[in-house]
Each structure stands twice: as C-alpha cells, then as structure tokens.
C-alpha cells in the first residue's frame, strides 16, 4: 500500500492540535513535555512535515523513528534536530506503550527573525543528520541540555518584553553550541562504529576507482558516497571533518590524486588518457586539480621519477 502524503504542519499551535495538547503559552515558541503528548488510538504511524525548526530529546522505548529512509529504535535518551520542510515519521506499537519522558522545543522561524541566531540557526550541520545518527548523551550532557530548556520555558512563560525574544534566542544559541560540543565528543568516544565508516569509505573509494564504473560514471560523488555508506551527507562530513580534519570533497580527491600519482609514475599513458580514466572529460580540469593538490603539474610531477 502506497505510503500516505505527510500532515503538513504550519504553525506550532497547529501541532498542539494535532498532538491533543493546549494551545501554546506563546505561537512561535514552545516547550512541550512528551509525557503529555496523546497517540491516535487509530493510527500507529504519522508523518509530518513541519515549517519550524524542532529538537527533541526523548527516552521512550518500543517506539520507532523513521527520518527519510532511516529507521532508529529509542530506547534510552538520544536529541535530534529538525529544520523545516524535513519528512519525519513516528511508528507506535500499541500492543507494547512504555511511559515516554524528555521534552520537544519547537521553534518558528518567525521567532528569531532580526537575531543573530537567524543567520547561524542554518550553520549547523545536525540538522540535517539523518534520525539514526542522534546525539547519544550522558547523564551530566543531558542535565546541561535540560536546565537550558527549563530557562527557556520559564522566560516565554513570563511577562513578555523588549528583551525576551533575545534573552531565549541566546539560550537556544547556548544549546546548539553545547549539542555541537556533544555531537563531536561522540565523533570521538564512539571510535569503534566511526572507524568502521572510516574503513569502508577507505575501501569504497579504493574500489571505486580500481574499476570501471570512474570511466563510465566520472568521479564519485559525496551524495553517491553517503549513500553507499548508508549516512547523510553532512554527518559524514561533520565526521570526517573532526576525526581527519578534511571533509568528503577532499577525501575523495586525496584518493583521485594518489591514484593520478600511481598512474603517472608506473605507465606511460598520456596525461589526457590519464585524465579520462579517472573519470574527467577535460584533461585541463585534472591538471588544475592535481596541481592544486601538489603544486605540481601531472607533466612535472612524472619528469620528477626521471
């Protein structure tokens, strides 16, 4: 049966609605504890895409959470991102309810207008990581985390003034700062599955450009490799980028170069044929780039080896 057109949600108060709950304290900003959010007793699965950013911080097992073609099972505390106009979906058991706690910020992007936290807001790259690659926490993270949503909850729930959309802005800022603080600490604990990905982009690349498909196809692509490795795209380079200090652009011309290097020393093909078999319709394009690389032309790199 073909998969049901996502609710499309516009506003936070529509949420609300949609999720049982009361109408929110404030339209554009919103804190809500899961434990209050009712499940259809008619549907165990939803779809929504939402027009506001929402970050969520759940413990809930037997629940199961699908983010484009990801599927991750929550059975301890793990915070995700969402920007507007991403398709997230909820599966629920209902033969197996567990008592769900931890909280969701919603935050339209009406709210930050005219902040700085505006222009940053699309900087970090979490928000575009798929579900299966949440930010795990400890005990003492989450606590840090919590204690920033109970200040923003207390500030919307005051009297509103001149200054508090930029006193919660600078308390949203402080919780992205701390998540990217996190979600690079977890780069670096989670070494085992990391090194693992590391490997297989290792391998993927060592293949890709052993075969034919770089003549038929041309370079590799990152979107073709985040797909091969089964993550998304700015997860792999934020990952790349913390355990290697180079992104997925330049590991996959740093595997083009040590091939083009190999080729140049050990045959005697010409540049230009050399070019097109790694995947380039103009040889001058592959000069540009290995000389970039090297600062050296391929012509000057080989007469090196004489």
Request: charged share 25%.
């Amino acid at each position: 049966m073909a998969n049901k057109k996502p609710n499309r949600i516009k506003t936070i108060s529509e949420f609300h609605r949609f999720r049982g709950l009361p109408l929110p304290e404030h339209p554009l900003i919103s804190v809500i504890d899961y434990a209050s959010i009712k499940h259809s007793d008619e549907n165990n699965s939803i779809s929504w895409v939402l027009d506001f950013y929402a970050i969520s911080l759940k413990k809930s097992s037997h629940t199961k959470f699908r983010y484009g073609y990801q599927h991750c099972d929550f059975d301890g505390g793990s915070l995700f991102f969402m920007a507007p106009n991403q398709v997230f979906r909820v599966e629920v058991n209902k033969d197996h309810m567990s008592v769900k706690s931890g909280w969701l910020l919603l935050i339209h992007p009406e709210f930050i207008w005219g902040t700085a936290l505006a222009k940053t807001i699309k900087q970090y790259d979490f928000f575009s990581y798929a579900i299966n690659e949440a930010l795990f926490l400890s005990p003492k993270e989450e606590s840090i985390l919590n204690h920033i949503i109970q200040n923003i909850q207390q500030e919307y729930l005051s009297s509103i003034d001149k200054f508090s959309k930029q006193i919660i802005s600078t308390h949203i800022e402080n919780l992205l700062s701390y998540s990217e603080r996190f979600y690079n600490r977890q780069f670096i604990t989670r070494e085992k599955a990391n090194h693992q990905i590391l490997e297989r982009l290792e391998k993927l690349l060592t293949d890709y450009f052993n075969g034919d498909d770089i003549v038929i196809k041309g370079l590799p692509s990152v979107q073709f490799v985040s797909e091969e490795l089964n993550v998304s795209q700015s997860y792999l380079g934020s990952l790349l980028r913390v355990l290697t200090g180079q992104n997925t652009q330049q590991h996959i011309h740093e595997k083009l170069i040590e091939k083009a290097k190999e080729k140049l020393s050990t045959t005697n093909l010409t540049i230009s044929e050399i070019a097109y078999e790694l995947g380039f319709e103009h040889s001058q394009s592959f000069s540009k780039l290995f000389k970039s690389k090297t600062q050296l032309s391929p012509l000057e790199f080989r007469q090196s080896f004489n």
